[in-house]
């Protein structure tokens, strides 16, 4: 008997629900008994034990548990039965909180600067490409650039561009992916100069998050 699948990649938006079936499959002349084991915290099974007519299959629900943490889990579901020999179904599981929405219109303004910066949460460098850097002028979303990788200079970094129509004082916020919070507290606010640029690849300018939250 084998599992129909060799694995499953899942994501899971945070708190929602999650079920997902696959098969048990019997392939010879005989009835077999099969049990499940090694299931994490977060998975259970519609049945973990049970027998397999010859030449049938058996249909498995699993459940993903809707309070599960923000996190990248992956487990190796076993089957087993009389041959002596687990069969292996493995559960790879994303579970992610949607970050708001950043969108605007950079078309409704005629100037724009440029900043390449790095990240730091409470001390610690982002290294979570999901990680976004936000500019705000007068609470409105001016400019948003997610973190990458610059091979190069092995830094994690921000390339954002920032827009406005008039010289301002420009503040961040730090979407943090793998918490799925909004930190509001950054530092610096930097001012917006027409054409300017704040950091290089080599020298970002860091931008400090830290644990006040907006939601």
């Known amino acids: 008997m084998i599992w129909q699948d060799a694995n499953k990649r899942l994501a899971k938006e945070f708190n929602d629900t999650m079920s997902f079936t696959t098969r048990i499959v019997n392939s010879g002349g005989e009835v077999k008994t099969y049990n ?3 299931l994490p915290v977060w998975l259970s099974a519609s049945s973990v034990s049970g027998d397999v007519q010859p030449l049938s299959s058996v249909v498995i629900t699993f459940t993903v548990n809707q309070a599960v943490n923000i996190g990248t889990y992956s487990e190796d579901i076993l089957l087993t039965t ?12 994303k579970v992610r909180k ?4 950043f ?4 078309n409704l303004f005629a100037k724009s600067m440029s900043v390449i910066g790095q990240i730091r949460i409470n001390g610690n460098i982002s290294v979570n490409e999901e990680d976004i850097l936000v500019a705000y002028i007068n609470d409105s979303v001016r400019g948003k650039a997610s973190i990458q990788y610059v091979e190069t200079y092995d830094k994690y970094v921000a390339f954002l561009d920032i827009y406005s129509n008039q010289s301002d004082s420009i503040t961040f ?3 943090n992916a793998s918490k799925g919070e909004l930190h509001d507290k950054v530092t610096p606010n930097i001012y917006f100069v027409d054409n300017g640029l ?3 690849p080599s020298v970002p300018q860091f931008f400090d998050a830290e ?3 907006s939601k």
Do not use: C, Y
């Open 36 to 38: 499940i084991t090694n």
């Open 82 to 93: 009389d041959f002596g020999f687990n069969e292996k179904l493995l559960v790879d599981l």
């Open 98 to 101: 949607t970050a708001p929405n």
């Open 103 to 106: 969108s605007f219109d950079p």
């Open 173 to 175: 916020k730090v979407w």
């Open 198 to 200: 704040v950091g290089s």
């Open 211 to 213: 644990d006040r939250l």
